[in-house]
């Protein structure tokens, strides 16, 4: 389930390979579509852990069930405000960034996305296991599921990137552009409702 969370985050656009092909074409070279993964995937990482460590700690101190419907509720709200300003408060970015600027604006994308808040359902079975404690603590865990999610994103963003980058070009974005942000908005809502109690 991260891992697939990692494709979906990958697919879209707006996660980075969209800026790692602008450019990588601003500055005429591959290399640099090569090395914008990197500050894409530590941004989107950086991300996604720090709201995994939030929820680890909440979890450790609150009992989980409190922490499981605070989540969903969280994810649902969340869902619902991107839905109502979707089109106000974008993350503003130059295409002709560097690579620090780069990995900035990665982090503030998956964090105004809510990625490391959809990532919580499929966490929260791994960092407090229902019934059992933990082998080895909920950070362990965490920290291995954020790890499988990252590559999992910079692994589908490379390959969107490169093949646009090399063999499709961007002119295919204005006859087939998918906008995911309805997509990503029922996910949210979804990974909130998985959270609630049946």
Do not use: Q
């Not at 950086?46 to 069930?65: H, M, P, R, W, Y």
């Not at 922490?67 to 509720?73: E, L, Q, T």
């Not at 408060?89 to 900035?104: A, D, I, N, Q, S």
């Amino acid at each position: 389930m991260l891992a697939g969370l990692g494709a979906f985050h990958g697919l879209n656009p707006a996660m980075g390979w969209l800026f790692s092909v602008a450019l990588g074409l601003h500055r005429g070279s591959r290399r640099v579509v090569w090395l914008s993964l990197l500050p894409i995937g530590l941004g989107h990482a950086l991300s996604v852990a720090s709201v995994a460590l939030l929820f680890v700690l909440a979890g450790t101190l609150i009992d989980g069930t409190i922490v499981r419907i605070a989540a969903g509720i969280t994810l649902i709200a969340w869902a619902i405000y991107r839905w109502h300003f979707r089109s106000r408060h974008r993350v503003r970015v130059g295409l002709k960034t560097g690579l620090m600027g780069l990995g900035l604006w990665s982090f503030l994308m998956a964090t105004a996305h809510g990625a490391g808040l959809m990532l919580w359902p499929a966490l929260m079975p791994l960092c407090f296991p229902s019934g059992r404690a933990p082998d080895s603590g909920p950070l362990l865990p965490a920290v291995l599921g954020v790890g499988v999610h990252t590559l999992a994103i910079v692994a589908v963003t490379a390959t969107i990137a490169i093949t646009v980058y090399e063999w499709i070009g961007v002119e295919i974005l204005r006859r087939a552009w998918i906008n995911l942000d309805a997509i990503w908005m029922l996910a949210l809502a979804t990974a909130g409702l998985c959270l609630l109690p049946g």
